[in-house]
């Protein structure tokens, strides 16, 4: 049976032959091994996740000093805290922090690829990394941000960070109101991933 | 232009639809990771590969898949830097991390 949604799966298979094969050749030729890149990613996927920004965000509430620190040298801040180590090329050198305020939102954005702050953050949901989304957020953010669900006052300003291989943004959004007594487990419950992007304010998770 | 629909519902989505994009996301790193190009080459090559992309004319070019852009950047990196002729992995020749040898 043919139709027209043959092709898509067709590159699908296509596409999953090439990585399969590019490191099947790899191994064969003794450049990695067979558990190379089982090994690399079960580091990243323990280690570079949201938990980092988490813990960062959530200082930068609680101490001051440090919240005014971590906009400044944003690397040398983070070294403050004691979280795992980067690895070269995901490493958190290029790691800039912004950080939302009564009457300033921040949005970050990639308009060209996905110069996400791994470190901090762990890997982008998949949709960060849609052309709609990236142009549009670049173009009308009011209006992208009000679509998914951020209304922001009309005085508000909107900041827009494109990251890229020089500058990984992340953003430190505001405390919610009535989290004075909270530990510091239950507020970094209230920090989602999302709203280290800027695309949610800080809150339970929904 | 409407934004996909799981940006509105889809909180924590999940980073990969199919292990095979996981695979082409951990074979990038790790051979960036084993020194045979640093990382900023596979982006100046993912950069390019979704420029072409962006600047071909719809009817022109396949729909929106970001992990096809990623394994021909993959493939394009790994062909520049000559990493299928680099030596066997024997000694521990690669140094992951030589900025780290200081002796303090």
């Given at each position: 049976m043919s139709d027209q949604f043959a092709y898509p799966s067709d590159r699908e298979a296509s596409s999953a032959a090439k990585v399969a094969a590019l490191e099947a050749l790899l191994v064969e030729k003794g450049i990695i091994t067979g558990q190379t890149v089982d090994k690399v990613l079960a580091y990243f996927e323990s280690e570079m996740t949201p938990l980092n920004?988490?813990?960062?965000?959530?200082?930068?509430?609680?101490?001051?000093?440090?919240?005014a620190r971590i906009?400044?040298?944003?690397?040398?801040?983070?070294?403050?805290?004691?979280?795992?180590?980067?690895?070269?090329?995901?490493?958190?050198?290029?790691?800039?922090?912004?950080?939302?305020?009564?009457?300033?939102?921040?949005?970050?954005?990639?308009?060209?690829?996905?110069?996400?702050?791994?470190?901090?953050?762990?890997?982008?949901?998949?949709?960060?990394?849609?052309?709609?989304?990236?142009?549009?957020?670049?173009?009308?953010?009011?209006?992208?941000?009000?679509?998914?669900?951020?209304e922001l006052p009309a005085d508000t300003e909107i900041k827009v960070w494109d990251s890229s291989g020089h500058s990984r943004w992340f953003v430190i959004p505001e405390r919610p109101a009535g989290t004075e007594d909270f530990t510091d487990e239950m507020l970094m419950d209230l920090v989602t991933t999302e709203s280290m992007m800027g695309v949610a304010l800080a809150g339970p998770a929904s | 232009m409407m934004l996909h629909e799981t940006c509105t519902t889809d909180q924590a989505a999940p980073q990969f639809d199919h292990e095979w994009q996981r695979r082409a996301f951990g074979l990038a790193l790790a051979l960036s990771e084993f020194g045979h190009y640093d990382w900023s080459d596979f982006q100046q090559s993912l950069i390019t590969t979704i420029g072409d992309w962006e600047n071909t004319a719809?009817?022109?070019?396949?729909?929106?898949?970001?992990?096809?852009?990623?394994?021909?950047?993959?493939?394009?990196?790994?062909?520049?830097?000559?990493?299928?002729?680099?030596?066997?992995?024997?000694?521990?020749?690669h140094a992951v991390h030589p900025e780290d040898d200081h002796d303090h």
């Open positions: 920004g988490k813990k960062i965000v959530v200082k930068a509430w609680n101490d001051p000093e440090f919240a906009v400044v040298d944003t690397p040398a801040a983070v070294a403050e805290l004691d979280l795992p180590e980067g690895m070269a090329g995901a490493e958190g050198e290029h790691l800039q922090a912004v950080a939302n305020a009564p009457g300033v939102h921040n949005l970050v954005i990639c308009t060209l690829c996905s110069c996400f702050p791994w470190p901090v953050l762990g890997l982008p949901p998949y949709w960060y990394k849609d052309p709609v989304f990236r142009a549009r957020a670049a173009r009308e953010p009011r209006k992208v941000l009000g679509e998914i669900g951020v | 719809p009817s022109e070019r396949d729909q929106w898949e970001y992990y096809d852009h990623w394994i021909s950047a993959l493939e394009k990196v790994v062909d520049d830097h000559e990493v299928l002729n680099a030596p066997p992995l024997d000694d521990g020749g």
